[in-house]
């Protein structure tokens, strides 16, 4: 062993540990129950229309934090080609030293998180009105604000998985997460309005300056990328647009609902809205906590072809099929109890979470694609899936039928784009070192 390799930490590089795995789900169900809680809150204490306007700033916020995800799957895969691969040639370097071109990945993190919320309101005259309502200002400054804070939790995120602390990234999700229904708590209990749940919504954003007291958590402030700054943030801002797409769906469907819909029918549509949210939970925050967990097993497991993909897809099929039945069982009887007035059919509910199993699929087929270093075809799938989602709801018919098609109908053409990419890298030997479509790499 020599001196580089010494001084790594042991989990560095490192797949996941039992523990670790054990972690990262307590901190999915941490994350899960707590967005579930504030949800349910804003459901109790507000009115139809007022909890139907919550949600739309919900999926605004949540979509620029899911975009943002694209930004920590880079951070995740840069960090885990640095750490693995970086010192083999690195001659014993000083401890903590950084390679020759690695740029320090948190500035850089900040710095595109601020790209981001100066163009958030740069634009907000052309959108904020038919998204946030008639007197917009202060929900965009909020939205604003939480997303330089969460590129922050994006950038710390990515790092730690990156380099196999578990723990710590476990300990961030489930803080974040805590953090945020806290907060609502507090102002459900002083008087909830509809703004002063979405400021309590958004200030846990910051919740990872308080966790970087701990070593660990600290540590990853001065973490070099594989790369320089520049092939970096190219790489980003491709795992960015993809991700803005796959948030569209999964977080930010909505903002997508509420512009494809006279303001009437919108204004009714919160005990939907949550029966979505409902019946995506149990597959879809699981899922999204691990893909640093999937990242990372795809690029240790690429000897083995396709087989790791299939086994998580049969897996995820076999659970969405279970949970639709359990959904259209039991969902009912649940939506009635948050309130009488948020009862929804059975048939609805399991069709709803056939979707969510479709939309579970194509995040894992595009954490297959991006851990294959195939940036952009991991943005087209995404991109094709939110376009498909989009148009579907500008046909006829009841809300019902609109949501249940477009939910089902993007995912699924999504992922027929991710496989193909998956199926060509695999064929032509593609690895998230070489990544052979990063915008600024250099091809061997």
Known sequence: MTGAQARQPATDGAGITARGATGVGVASIVAAGSGMLVLLVAARVLSLADNANFFAFWGLLFFFFGTLGGLQSEVTRSVHVERTQGVEHTQDPAPDAPGPSGARILPLGLVVGGVLAGGIALTSPLWATAVLGPAPQLLVAVVAVAVLAFAGHSTVAGALAGRGLWVGYSRLVGAEATVRLLLVL???????????????????????????????????????????????????????????????????????????????????????????????????????????????????????????????????????????????????????????????????????????????????????????????????????????????????????????????????????????????????????????????????
Not at 214 to 220: E, L
Not at 238 to 248: C, E, L, T
Not at 292 to 316: C, E, K, M, W, Y
């Open 186 to 444: 507090g102002v459900a209990v002083v008087g909830a309005t509809s703004s002063g749940l979405a400021v309590a919504t958004a200030a846990a954003a910051g919740t990872w300056l308080l966790l970087s007291l701990v070593p660990q958590v600290r540590s990853t402030w001065h973490q070099r990328a594989d790369v320089d700054g520049r092939r970096f943030v190219a790489a980003s801002a491709a795992a960015m647009v993809g991700a803005a797409s796959s948030a569209a769906l999964v977080v930010g469907f909505p903002v997508l609902l509420k512009v494809t819909s006279p303001s009437d029918v919108y204004a009714l549509a919160a005990p939907l809205l949550f029966a979505v949210t409902l019946t995506r939970a149990p597959l879809l925050i699981p899922l999204n906590a691990y893909q640093g967990v999937a990242i990372t097993h795809f690029l240790n497991h690429r000897d083995q072809g396709a087989r790791p993909l299939v086994r998580l897809a049969s897996i995820i099929g076999a659970a969405g099929l279970v949970a639709a039945v359990a959904a259209a069982l039991v969902g009912p009887w649940l939506m009635a109890l948050i309130r009488p007035e948020y009862r929804v059919e059975p048939l609805v509910l399991g069709a709803l979470t056939l979707t969510a199993a479709a939309l579970a699929l194509l995040t894992l087929t595009g954490a297959a694609t991006l851990a294959l270093g195939r940036h952009r075809a991991y943005a087209a799938g995404w991109l094709v899936a939110t376009v498909c989602s989009a148009a579907v709801l500008l046909l006829p018919g009841t809300l019902e039928g609109r949501v249940i098609a477009s939910l089902g109908a993007g995912p699924l053409v999504g992922v027929l784009v991710h496989v193909a990419a998956v199926r060509h890298a695999l064929r032509t030997g593609g690895s998230g070192a070489a990544r052979t479509d990063q915008p600024g790499a250099q091809h061997p």
